[in-house]
């Protein structure tokens, strides 16, 4: 005698799900790509307030013209969204990484470690002291990144939790 045994299961809603689904992911992208705009701003102001100026100045010298062409992009893909931010002064990668005539080549010998942190950055150009130029530092714009990263994580958060 044969005995047949089977269990059917039926998924109603499937498509009401999948619709909500999509809604869902629409404003998660929304509140992201709000979200990267508003942190890339803030690592674009602490850049700026980072970069070496020549003198102080904020227009002209060194810095002046550096700090200007801080700029930032936001990129929304179709697998995610991201944020740049750098700068198109031919100098920028030499005042970031260094030559073995910045700083006594100090920042030189820091590589192209992104993590490089406040503490290890050189906070001194003696040849920008000389000319009466400020405090700021080099490397200049990871470690500008690495000292908002946590508030980076909380704004990240905040977006995801509606």
């Not at 920028?92 to 590589?111: C, D, K, P, S």
Request: aromatic share 8%.
């Amino acid at each position: 005698m044969k005995s047949d045994v089977g269990f059917e299961i039926q998924l109603t809603g499937v498509r009401e799900f999948e619709d909500y689904a999509e809604r869902l992911r629409g404003v998660i992208r929304k509140n992201l790509k709000q979200m990267m705009r508003i942190i890339m701003m803030r690592l674009q102001r602490e850049a700026k307030r980072r970069v070496p100026v020549s003198g102080g100045k904020l227009q002209g010298g060194v810095g002046g013209f550096l700090r200007n062409s801080i700029n930032v992009n936001v990129i929304s893909q179709t697998d995610g969204i991201e944020g740049e931010i750098g700068s198109h002064a031919k100098y920028a990668v030499f005042i970031e990484f260094g030559t073995r005539y910045i700083a006594g080549g100090a920042v030189e010998a820091l590589g192209t470690n992104p993590d490089i942190t406040d503490a290890e950055a050189i906070k001194t150009w003696p040849a920008l002291e000389e000319r009466g130029g400020s405090g700021q530092q080099m490397p200049w714009l990871r470690p500008a990144v690495v000292s908002q990263e946590e508030w980076i994580q909380q704004k990240l958060t905040e977006a995801l939790d509606f």
